[in-house]
């Protein structure tokens, strides 16, 4: 068994959802996260609140300061836990969606996993997800 981690964009979640559905991932958990990656992010002065766009033409290194260089960017964090033979499925169907051939499209994430409980059912192994 493997756990996928996909750290994806915030509008492409449904999409994302209905793609591993279809594949026949029906189960996954999706959480809030912000985080970046490793190359820096560039702002324009536009993107800052109207309150600050004034004073940032008239001063760059206050628009450097207020646009925060390192900035966190709100991701989405998908997971699912996968039998072995069907990861490759599984991350076909979230680059497919996610794969814009842009920075920020996301980053997969491969984890072997030791076993897996039911609670409900006390199954063990394969048989639990």
């Known amino acids: ?32 996260v912000l985080g970046r990656g490793k190359k820096k992010v560039e702002y324009s002065v536009a993107l800052l609140p109207e309150s600050h766009q004034e004073a940032a033409k008239e001063a760059p290194i206050l628009a450097e300061t207020i646009s925060e260089e390192h900035r966190l960017i709100p991701k989405r964090f998908l997971t699912l836990v996968v039998r072995d033979d069907e990861v490759e ?27 897996a409980y039911r609670v409900r059912t006390g199954e063990t192994g394969e048989e639990a997800i």
């Open 1 to 32: 068994m493997k756990e996928v981690m996909a750290f994806i964009r915030m509008n492409k979640v449904n999409q994302t959802k209905e793609a591993l559905n279809t594949a026949g991932f029906p189960s996954v958990t999706c959480r809030k």
């Open 89 to 115: 499925r599984a991350i076909d169907a979230i680059m497919a969606v996610n794969s814009t051939g842009n920075p920020g499209d996301g980053k997969i994430f491969i984890l072997p996993i030791a076993e």
